[in-house]
């Protein structure tokens, strides 16, 4: 078991991929976590390869996807398969792994991987009108809201986040995550957690009249909307 810090960055890493709709294997998360631990000048490689921390890293992967992911093995450009984690409803044969160099080299830092300048990132699928897409509740009917948009409107982990009934800014009737009570009142509020999440419960859902097997979001640079798919 890894030490409360490199826990603590496990964790941050991983919610923020699933936050991000991202498909990803345990590995990239791991030289994720070697790059923060490099920056803060407590890498050691002797705790910190992949083959010491894989299993804190799946472990963390399988406590915080909640029922959003699924993984399957593949072939990763790896020795052997590994398992791509993918949100509910995606192709994890859309995962575009990294180049590896996992054959000894004089020259090579042993702890890392190239990326060529050429890779491409997996884009996370957007609906027609250009909104995040395609996030399925988990199996309690949870829905998560993706970090990143509750960042770009102006949300901090501690904030109050209340849940209306409203308007997109097209005009389309939407769940809407605001810091504000709007004229028609709040369903319910919520504090961000430390992800900069917030998760939606099946009965507000329910409540919202926004039941559906399939969740778009957009947002703007003070509010979220919740979208049925």
Known sequence: MCDSSTQSAIDSIVANKISGNQMFTAFDVSLEVQKELKSNGSFDPDLHRHRYIKND???AIDR????VYSRQLRDVGAPTDAFV???????PANYVPMTRNDAPAAAADPYTISIPATATAPTVPTS??????????????TVCVPNYLLRNAGFNPGDKA???????DLGNDAIVVTKQILPSGAAT???VDSYCNVR??????DMCGFSSQK???DGNSSQVFVKTG
């Open 189 to 191: 509020c919520y504090t």
């Open 57 to 59: 890293v799946h472990a």
């Open 215 to 217: 969740y778009a979001f």
């Open 162 to 168: 209340y849940i209306c009934l409203g308007k997109d």
């Open 85 to 91: 984690y993918y949100p509910n409803g995606t192709d």
């Open 200 to 205: 939606i419960t099946k009965s507000v859902l």
């Open 64 to 67: 915080l996807s909640s029922g």
């Open 128 to 141: 027609t009108d250009g909104s995040s897409d395609g996030r399925t509740p988990d199996a309690r009917g």
